[in-house]
């Protein structure tokens, strides 16, 4: 029988997040029902609700960075047993037959299904997210979480945390690498903390002073002020990798000049058209790369955690009561959160 649930869903994309009810299916053979015990909130759930990127459907109940425990198990499950601690992140299925799927790059895939505002690929329901007690999921697609890791902490890896490893494992970042992070919020600050963990040698880059401590709290090595031209030209041609987490339309050509022969900068923050237009000569004349990267796939996704778990790696998080969901949105989109909330699940009882 289906299970009731309780959650937080937005009805429109103008109406704040309320109280609502509403059904989890019945387990499948593969599918693990998780009792949500954690969830991050991302930048992406505020555009989701607002429709920022298109119309949506609606009531949405958002959230992609789930931490729970396995109440039930399928038939079929064999990977996850009863108790075990477990987290679901922004896909919950995908076509599991196209090249990226094969290649365990499912968030490629043509046909992902989203955490929430998309539809089952096999019932046609509404797929709802990890704001709420409970949630079911195909085995494939949940993740298992290092004992060692603190639970709530863990949350934003399963988005923030695996898009900044991602490039980082691509461009094999190891001791000896140069890797620069711009911006330092949730996404940077994960990049930073990861990078260093990977043994690189790290810069952050923010666009005037007041960050220095905290990036130097979490492992950075340098700080560099973009706006100053003497700081931009003293770090030129000087990186391997830069992750670019700023999520709005910016110049990124004196941050090309700053990568060193053969180096990336990979965009992870920002959806649309860049301006001004990129010189290009920066790019043929040293052989540089720039790209984009989303997320990751599970495969990778698990490798994540494992590698956060080995090196004991979370995220910095404010814990919340969901009834101050409102106020959480409020307060992210003026960047007031060092770094990242995560809603305590238990304050929905």
Not at 38 to 58: N, Q
Not at 209 to 230: F, P, T
Request: charged share 25%; hydrophobic share 35%; with cysteine.
């Amino acid at each position: 029988m289906p299970s009731q649930v309780k959650g937080y869903a937005a009805h429109s994309s103008e109406s704040d997040l309320v109280p609502y009810s509403f059904e989890r299916r019945d387990l499948r053979a593969d599918d693990v029902e998780i009792e949500i015990l954690y969830c991050g909130i991302c930048h992406t759930d505020i555009h989701h609700v607002r429709g920022d990127w298109g119309p949506e459907e609606y009531p949405m109940v958002p959230g992609h960075e789930i931490i729970g425990r396995v109440l039930k198990v399928g038939e079929g499950v064999t990977k996850f047993s009863v108790g075990q601690s477990v987290g679901v992140g922004c896909l919950v299925d995908s076509c599991r037959e196209c090249g990226s799927c094969e290649h365990h790059q499912e968030q490629y895939c043509d046909e992902f299904v989203p955490t929430y505002g998309s539809r089952d690929r096999h019932d046609g329901t509404l797929t709802f997210g990890g704001y709420s007690d409970k949630i079911v999921v195909s085995e494939r697609f949940v993740l298992s979480i290092p004992e060692n890791l603190n639970l709530a902490g863990a949350a934003p890896l399963l988005c923030a945390g695996i898009t900044m490893y991602s490039p980082l494992k691509r461009w094999n970042i190891s001791a000896g690498k140069k890797v620069a992070v711009i911006g330092l919020g949730g996404l940077g600050h994960m990049g930073i903390k990861l990078a260093k963990a990977m043994g690189a040698e790290v810069t952050l880059f923010s666009r005037s002073k007041g960050k220095e401590e905290d990036a130097y709290r979490l492992g950075a090595d340098h700080v560099v002020i973009s706006s100053s031209e003497s700081q931009m030209l003293s770090v030129k041609s000087s990186f391997d990798l830069i992750i670019d987490t700023v999520p709005y339309n910016h110049d990124v050509n004196p941050y090309l000049n700053t990568l060193a022969p053969d180096g990336a900068l990979v965009l992870v923050g920002f959806f649309g058209a860049l301006e001004p237009t990129v010189q290009t000569a920066a790019l043929i004349a040293r052989g540089k790369t720039l790209t984009g990267s989303l997320i990751g796939g599970l495969e990778e996704t698990q490798q994540m955690l494992d590698f956060c778990g080995e090196h004991n790696v979370t995220a910095d998080i404010e814990m919340l009561d969901i009834k101050d969901i409102n106020l959480a949105y409020e307060r992210l989109l003026k960047s007031d959160v060092k770094y990242r909330f995560v809603i305590d699940m238990s304050t929905l009882k």
